[in-house]
């Protein structure tokens, strides 16, 4: 036994683990899997064909082909990458196996890593068929935004795990009684992070908090890139900054979640 | 060298409250390597949040718990690896096999060659057959099986059983209890058993210590216990300590 796995440090073989449970789960299951397509598919057709019609309506829209189609897409990628996270953190709690994990030598860092990779996991297995399905459709080439779509991705699954961090201290405080704020929390970001209009359309007041929110960049550039065709660099950076700045704020939140659960006794009892 | 040194757990004037209320109320005890010790108590005694304080699962309101000597819950990881338990509030997934649910315990536990591992605790363990099934088809004693292989997966120097044969029917409860007590032959382990069930406190423990409502009511030997309250079994000294009738009550 290497001191690296002895729980002293940090150790990718017991993420690995995690990681295979997590797989091992998933394929076990094709409802699950199912689950994965199904929700993003209906989603892209509906945008798809409402754009469609729109856009054989009115110029603009003519003009900004693929921007609804682009915006689904990416809030998928938001809102599935946090979905995926918290998904893989409520089995545990639907296990009741979380008394186990706790127990055993993995760390909080390695537990959250082994989410965070089966959040990409999870994203892969529903949003790679349904961009090629946006190709089939409606011609709308996902994968030809290049470099950008790579750090519009970046942004948005930093975002999704940040919430997705956040959501899985409320769950260990809480119970399953905070169940619904992993299948809800981001849609507060749908109104706020501007996904299908510009941020230009909200109240000056509510702008503020938009830019606060480093989606609202992603969709901005996003809007830029199909419209403009021009990628905004300075928005991938500021949205990384705010990123950062989140991402340091949910781990914080998590910790001291996970401390408090601690002193309530909630780890061993998850339930409601 | 002092007790708190040679013991492998420390309980020192531990003391847990919730919104105020005492679950444990400053109980001290210390167990020293390779004994098997009961802990026995009524509903609501205070018997799992203790485990749950040597866990590094609850944090103690005061007092402290040293397992190994690594202060619990502060310095836990640096004898998780070493130390195991099974428990009624927890299960296994249920959607994996029994082989991938040890599987991914063992590589939690860095257990060094994991297939030769789980064969060995699959022949020991009566779980051969059932290795390729999925855990939740099981049956309440398989599962049972199933949770104590992965409490032995890393040949743990301290376990801690939380009623680990609740719900079994008497002759796989019987069976359960003569592996663990192989186990503890064969490993020295130092095992701290909560239950309800006197004749395996008896069986299994050269020492019982009773908790009613936090606090330490009684802590002996069996033997001893038997002598001072003049009773034929552990259940009766139960009774007399549940029911608050003073040695000498009981002796009459």
């Known amino acids: 036994m290497s001191i690296a796995d002895t729980g002293m440090n940090f150790s990718l073989n017991r993420v690995a683990a995690m990681v295979r449970r997590y797989w091992y789960l998933l394929r076990s299951s094709w409802p699950r899997i199912l689950d994965l397509i199904y929700w993003p598919t209906v989603q892209m057709l509906m945008w798809g064909f409402l754009q469609l019609y729109i856009s054989q309506n009115a110029g603009f829209f003519a003009r900004a082909g693929g921007v609804f189609i682009g915006s689904v897409l ?20 639907y296990a ?13 860092t390695e537990f959250l890593l082994a989410l965070m990779i089966m959040s990409i996991v999870r994203l892969s297995i529903g949003m790679i068929p349904v961009s090629l399905l946006a190709i089939a459709f409606f011609g709308f080439n996902l994968w030809a935004l290049g470099l950008a779509l790579a750090a519009f991705f970046a942004n948005l699954i930093l975002t999704s795990w940040s919430v997705g961090i956040f959501v899985a201290g409320l769950l260990l405080r809480n119970g399953l009684g905070a169940e619904s704020m992993a299948w809800t929390i981001m849609f507060l970001f749908l109104p706020l992070t501007c996904v299908y209009y510009p941020v230009a359309v909200l109240p000056e007041w509510l702008q503020y908090l938009a830019w606060a929110l480093p989606p609202t960049y992603v969709f901005e550039g996003m809007r830029a890139l ?26 914080l939140a998590f910790l001291k979640l996970l401390e408090s659960a601690r002193v309530h006794g909630s780890l061993l009892l998850t339930g409601e | 060298m002092d007790a708190q040194n040679t013991s492998v757990i420390a309980v020192d004037r531990l003391v847990k409250r919730y919104k105020g209320v005492a679950a444990v109320d400053g109980i001290s005890f210390r167990l020293a390597r ?38 619990m819950p ?27 649910n040890l599987s991914v315990f063992a590589q939690l536990y860095a257990v060094p060659d994991i297939g030769e591992r789980i064969a060995s605790l699959a022949a020991d363990l009566d779980l051969i057959e059932f290795l390729d099934r999925p855990t939740g088809k099981l049956s309440a004693g398989q599962k049972t099986r199933v949770s104590l292989a992965k409490s032995l997966l890393n040949k743990p120097e301290v376990l801690l059983l939380d009623e680990p044969t609740a719900s079994l029917d008497p002759d796989t409860a019987d069976w359960v209890r003569s592996r663990l007590e192989q186990y503890c032959k064969d490993r020295g382990a130092t095992v701290l058993l909560a239950s309800h ?29 038997l002598s001072r309250y003049s009773r034929e079994t552990l259940e009766e000294v ?3 300590v549940a029911r608050g009738r003073r040695q000498s009550e009981a002796a009459q």
């Open chain 1, 74 to 93: 990416l809030w998928d990628i938001l809102f599935r990458g946090q979905l995926g996270f918290s998904i893989s953190f409520l089995e545990e709690m």
């Open chain 1, 96 to 108: 009741r196996n979380l008394g186990n994990i706790m127990m055993s030598p993995l760390r909080p």
């Open chain 1, 226 to 251: 199909v419209i403009d065709h021009a990628f905004r660099a300075d928005l991938m950076v500021e949205a990384f900054a705010f990123n950062v700045v989140l991402f340091a704020a949910a781990s």
């Open chain 2, 34 to 71: 390779g004994t098997v010790t009961g802990l026995l108590g009524g509903n609501g005694a205070g018997k799992t949040t203790t485990i749950a304080m040597i866990m590094g699962l609850v944090t103690p309101t005061s007092g402290t718990v040293t397992v190994l000597g690594a202060e």
């Open chain 2, 74 to 100: 502060r310095e836990r990881h640096r004898v998780l690896h070493r130390m195991n338990f099974e428990s009624p509030y927890v299960d296994m997934p249920m959607r994996l096999t029994v082989r991938q």
């Open chain 2, 197 to 225: 069930n006197m004749s395996e406190v008896e069986r299994l423990c050269e020492r019982v210590i009773i908790m009613k409502k936090g606090r330490i009511e009684d802590d002996d030997t069996p033997e001893r216990l």
């Open chain 2, 238 to 240: 139960f009774l007399d």
